[in-house]
């Protein structure tokens, strides 16, 4: 896994705590970086199940939807977190009840139509036999608008507590309807200090947010195209073609594009589907930069096997992805003339490939010139050197947009910028290895951060840069990426202008 989502639909800050602890020594032991996203709970509509008990529901029969949360759920009646439901619906609409995260079986989820209103209930009629277990269900109204706030008072509360504590590198900002909800949550996070840095990626989940896509996605850093409701609110036979559509935009765009419910069946099995296996490939093939798991991996009885059979499909599906047209389309899209950086990027993936280059490196401090060269996407891999910036107000040193302390995969490396660090004044305070934009590239498809040492800034001389790059070179190596006699494309910045060169390796 790349990142970690933390959803606060379910759990408490205390069990997500627990969980994100559990990360920490994961991080430590295998030496691997994993970036950390909060997910909000947003205009979600909840059954308010107390008891925790299993509902039976017989196809045909009546259930009434009620905001009364005093009462106790049953196959009869259930308690709901939004009392203006009866106001938002009217006969005939469908509205669908599931297990949280369902997997969409008709054994755990149930469909209902809109009966009658009944003052602030709702009458419905179940449309199949289902059992509803579990701690949470959620409500979903297909095409409905629903007059609940985007980023919520409860969400509020866990980002200024559990997100500025953790330092969050993404917040998923659920039910994304419009511009204007990515505006506020930026808005709120400026106002948090450590989170100013944090990516908004918006979750599109329904025909509201797919509406105003172009407009979201100007806002955000990212989308998650959350297609479990997406496939309630959208007719089955549309939703190929609004993936096929906001994935374009989001390759267009530069803009790293997320993907849900890809391999639902690997809760409860070994080996996902034949359908769900070609989703996940189609998935790459489309352009999605990242795989989100689910009920997978949160309730499901094999969620290492779950992550490594979805990486395994990805892998295979990169193999046959069709670079030289995309690169052609990119271009085109973009046109001219260029901005200087995207010319820049263009330029060094088009070396890259014309020399059949094995690694493109990029010196980068905001990751911003690493993320357009992956747009492009290369072939080959894209290894982005954040080069950090140290700040001292002489009575401590951090790094800017620094976390908390975590490992490096390149030992030798990080020995490096220990002995370093120790050699400098007894009052520097340690906050991290990595800053945010390293983390923040994980989640862009074929970027691989490594943080260079803090003495060279990024606007570095010819010599500390040759240093730099020697490192990134023997990781490389290292890795078995790079080999002798291959060529290696390296993109950075010498004074004001920036270099796209090529050297070629000795033995």
Excluded at 20 to 45: P, Q, R
Aim: hydrophobic share 40%.
């Amino acid at each position: 896994m790349s990142v970690a989502r933390f959803d606060f639909s379910w759990g408490d800050s205390e069990y997500h705590q627990q969980t994100l602890e559990n990360l920490k020594e994961s991080i430590k032991s295998t030496k691997k970086l994993c970036a950390v996203m909060l997910d909000t709970v947003g205009a979600e509509m909840q059954v308010v199940n107390k008891n925790e008990t299993s509902i039976s529901l017989q196809a045909d029969s009546q259930v009434v939807l009620t905001p009364d949360q005093g009462q106790e759920a049953s196959s009869e009646i259930l308690p709901i977190n939004f009392d203006g439901l009866a106001k938002s619906v009217k006969k005939g609409d469908t509205i669908f009840v599931g297990q949280y995260l369902f997997t969409g079986s008709e054994t755990t989820s149930v469909w209902l139509e809109v009966a009658e209103i009944s003052g602030q209930d709702v009458v419905c009629t179940i449309k199949n036999s289902a059992t509803l277990a579990g701690a949470l269900f959620t409500l979903h109204a297909s095409q409905i608008h629903i007059d609940l706030p985007t980023l919520t008072e409860k969400d509020k509360e866990v980002i200024s507590t559990w997100g500025v504590k953790n330092k969050i590198d993404f917040l998923s900002l659920s039910y994304t309807r419009h511009a204007e909800d990515v505006r506020e949550a930026r808005e709120f996070l400026s106002k948090l200090g450590d989170l100013s840095q944090t990516q908004i990626f918006a979750k599109i989940e329904n025909v509201e947010g797919l509406t105003h896509f172009d407009e979201i996605l100007q806002e955000a850093d990212g989308i998650i195209l959350s297609r479990g409701n997406l496939g309630i609110d959208l007719p089955p036979e549309k939703v190929f073609y609004f993936q096929k559509s906001a994935l374009y935009k989001c390759n267009m765009a530069g803009k790293p594009a997320v993907l849900t419910r890809v391999v639902d069946s690997m809760t409860d099995n070994l080996r996902p589907t034949r359908a769900e296996a070609t989703d996940v490939a189609n998935a790459v093939l489309d352009g999605s930069d990242a795989i989100l798991l689910g009920a997978e991996t949160l309730r499901g009885l094999y969620p290492v096997e779950t992550i490594s059979t979805v990486g395994k499909i990805c892998s295979e599906a990169e193999k046959v992805f069709n670079q030289d047209l995309y690169f052609k389309k990119t271009v085109k899209f973009v046109g001219e003339p260029m901005t200087h950086l995207e010319s820049i990027a263009s330029s060094a993936v088009r070396a890259a490939i014309k020399v059949k280059a094995s690694v493109i490196i990029c010196f980068t401090s905001s990751g911003r010139a690493a993320r357009l060269i992956a747009k492009y996407r290369p072939t080959m891999p894209v290894l982005s050197v954040v080069i950090p910036r140290l700040k001292t107000n002489q009575l401590k040193w951090s790094f800017s947009g620094a976390f908390e302390k975590k490992p490096l995969w390149h030992r030798k490396f990080i020995s490096n910028v220990v002995s370093w660090f120790q050699d400098q004044s007894p009052t520097l305070l340690w906050e991290s290895l990595f800053t945010t934009n390293a983390r923040q590239s994980l989640i862009v498809r074929g970027l691989f951060p490594m943080l260079a040492d803090p003495r060279h800034p990024a606007e570095s001389t010819s010599a500390s840069n040759e240093s730099i790059l020697k490192v990134a070179l023997d990781h490389g190596k290292a890795s078995g990426v790079i080999k002798p006699h291959d060529r290696v494309v390296i993109c950075q910045k010498v004074g004001d202008a920036s270099v796209v060169k090529i050297i070629e390796l000795e033995d």
